[in-house]
């Protein structure tokens, strides 16, 4: 069976789902595929909580991204009801032994300075005050630095995707899933997509399949991107802890020089009794269709031992769930948002190194801007794969 449209979304994650209701919002024509039936705990869009927070100490190419992002979250909440972004707040601080406060490559200091360059409300905090605003955080040394950012928080990733899918269905837009993608290829002025069920032919092509876009884009993505497994663990709270009464935030945890030395956590959920805590690691990669998708009991010790005990109080040994999520990376860890170098209206978008989902609903706007327009109001050239020229 063939089809047509005029845009073709392929990836209905955190970027394919915002692009898809934005483009189906302005009327375009569009489909969108995916593998599985969005949302889904077998790529890069799952876990319950995602952080967002608008001074991305990543660079300032992302603040306006991010800044959209989180108006949309809120328009969508209108529309359906649905809370999506819990503003608890973010914090980002350095707490460790080798903290240099003239170091302007650390992250809590460039996630400072791009807020007093782009006017993002924040406070810097010393450590006394860490302690006493957020006594989960005792733990931390004398010498700590905080920066807190009061408009910033968490969005719920599952949510996002199925009230964007949601709404671009009753748009007009028509979602196929349990469907693989397993060829693009020029067809004239068009693309034609091979899916296991069928073809497609569409004007332009979004790809935004996360760890399924090298295989399937072939050069020079196949050799840019990688997979990192990542894990993600919830650890039961202490009964009756104190150090919870407060309010919680997001938070950002660097307590060493070292890439490992890094943790990410967000409040305890109602109900749920539990903290999640993560770390991010790119030195191991796997190959998409045989990601290990188990936690051993040996590496949730070893997170507790690592990230936890003596830098969070209040939280047991006990892991009450685990997951596993992917990355997928580039070699410089920023994203990549271009066209395809050998495939004609063919736009790549989703390799965003796991540091994507706050700026997905601003990047889906820009993305269907572009679709129609040939041009988006966001600026994207940072993402310009003419920065990997030599790879490519």
């Known amino acids: 069976m063939q089809q047509r449209c005029k845009v073709a979304v392929l990836g209905?994650?955190?970027?394919?789902a915002a692009t898809a209701y934005q483009l189906a919002k302005a009327g375009v024509d569009v489909i969108g595929i995916d593998r599985y039936d969005p949302p889904h705990t077998q790529g890069s869009s799952h876990g319950d909580t995602r952080i967002t927070r608008l001074s991305?100490?990543?660079?300032p190419q992302y603040l306006p991204l991010v800044r959209s992002s989180q108006r949309i979250w809120r328009e969508l909440e209108a529309l359906s009801g649905e809370s999506l972004f819990e503003q608890c707040g973010v914090l980002v601080m350095t707490s460790s032994p080798?903290?240099?406060?003239?170091?302007v490559n650390d992250f809590t200091h460039q996630t400072i300075a791009l807020a007093r360059t782009y006017g993002v409300k924040h406070e810097v905090l010393a450590a006394a005050a860490i302690r006493e605003r957020f006594p989960q955080f005792a733990p931390v040394l004398d010498s700590a630095i905080g920066y807190f950012e009061p408009e910033g928080g968490f969005v719920r990733p599952e949510r996002c995707i199925a009230v964007q899918l949601k709404l671009a269905r009753q748009h007009g837009a028509r979602l196929l899933t349990h469907e693989t993608v397993t060829q693009l290829q020029a067809h004239g002025d068009q693309v034609r997509i091979t899916?296991?069920?069928?073809s497609i032919i569409a004007d332009k092509v979004v790809v935004s399949a996360g760890m399924w876009s090298a295989d399937l884009l072939g050069a020079p993505f196949s050799d840019l991107l990688r997979v990192c497994r990542q894990k993600l663990f919830w650890f039961e709270v202490q009964q009756?802890?104190?150090a919870f009464a407060a309010p919680s935030p997001s938070f950002i945890l660097i307590h060493g020089p070292g890439d490992a030395d890094v943790n990410y956590?967000?409040?305890?959920?109602?109900?749920?009794n539990s903290m999640k805590v993560a770390t991010e690691q790119y030195s191991e990669t796997s190959a998409a269709d045989q990601l290990d998708r188990t936690i051993t009991a040996r590496e949730e010790q070893e997170m507790f031992r690592t990230q936890v005990q003596g830098r969070i109080a209040g939280l047991t040994p006990k892991v009450v769930k685990s997951s596993v999520c992917a990355y997928t990376v580039t070699p410089d860890c920023h994203f990549i948002i271009d066209e395809h170098p050998h495939l004609k209206n063919v736009t790549v978008v989703s390799a965003c190194s796991g540091h994507g989902f706050k700026h997905s609903a601003g990047l889906g706007l820009a993305l269907a801007q572009r679709c129609i327009e040939g041009e988006?109001?966001?600026d994207l050239s940072a993402f310009s794969l003419q920065r990997f020229a030599r790879q490519c």
């Open 240 to 242: 009756h802890e104190a």
């Open 195 to 198: 899916t296991d069920k069928g």
């Open 98 to 103: 080798a903290y240099d406060p003239e170091d």
């Open 56 to 59: 991305a100490g990543e660079g």
């Open 265 to 272: 956590g967000f409040p305890p959920l109602p109900g749920e």
């Open 376 to 378: 988006s109001d966001v």
């Open 12 to 16: 209905l994650g955190a970027m394919g």
